[in-house]
């Protein structure tokens, strides 16, 4: 068995849940943040056997598409001033980053 961990775009989440839910793929979905951009993502989880990791792949790969981002500056008022960029930058975001990790022991009770 196997664990996916894939990092989506929000704009991309319902869609790819409707597709996961279509495909009798259970998944969690948590709302995250990206360490960079600090804006909001969603992390799906999804547990499943090792032969359906491939088609979970192949759903999460359809379902989410790469966008460009600019990213404003937010001045560091008294913060932490390490990640501070003084200038706007356009970054290509995702379609997804995806971890597949094996899964030691699986437990539903
Ligand atoms: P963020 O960390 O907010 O990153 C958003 C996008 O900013 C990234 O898109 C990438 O294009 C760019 N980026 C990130 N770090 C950068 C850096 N140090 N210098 C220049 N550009 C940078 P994606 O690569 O598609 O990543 C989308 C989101 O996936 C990330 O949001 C983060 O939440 C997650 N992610 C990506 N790689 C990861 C990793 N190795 N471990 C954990 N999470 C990851």
């Known amino acids: 068995m196997k664990l996916i961990i894939a990092v989506v775009q929000d704009q991309d ?7 996961l839910v279509e495909n009798n ?18 992390t799906f989880i999804i547990g499943t056997e090792d032969i359906r990791v491939d088609r979970a792949l192949q759903i999460i790969k359809d379902n989410c598409r790469a966008r460009d981002q600019l990213v404003s500056p937010v001045s560091p ?7 501070y960029v003084p200038y706007p930058v356009e970054v290509e975001v995702g379609g997804a980053t995806v971890f597949v990790l094996p899964i030691e022991q699986f437990l539903h009770f």
């Open 77 to 83: 008022m008294g913060g932490n001033a390490d990640s």
């Open 25 to 42: 793929f259970r998944a969690t979905k948590l709302a995250s943040t990206g360490g960079f951009l600090k804006s909001g993502n969603t």
């Open 13 to 19: 989440s319902n869609r790819l849940s409707k597709a």
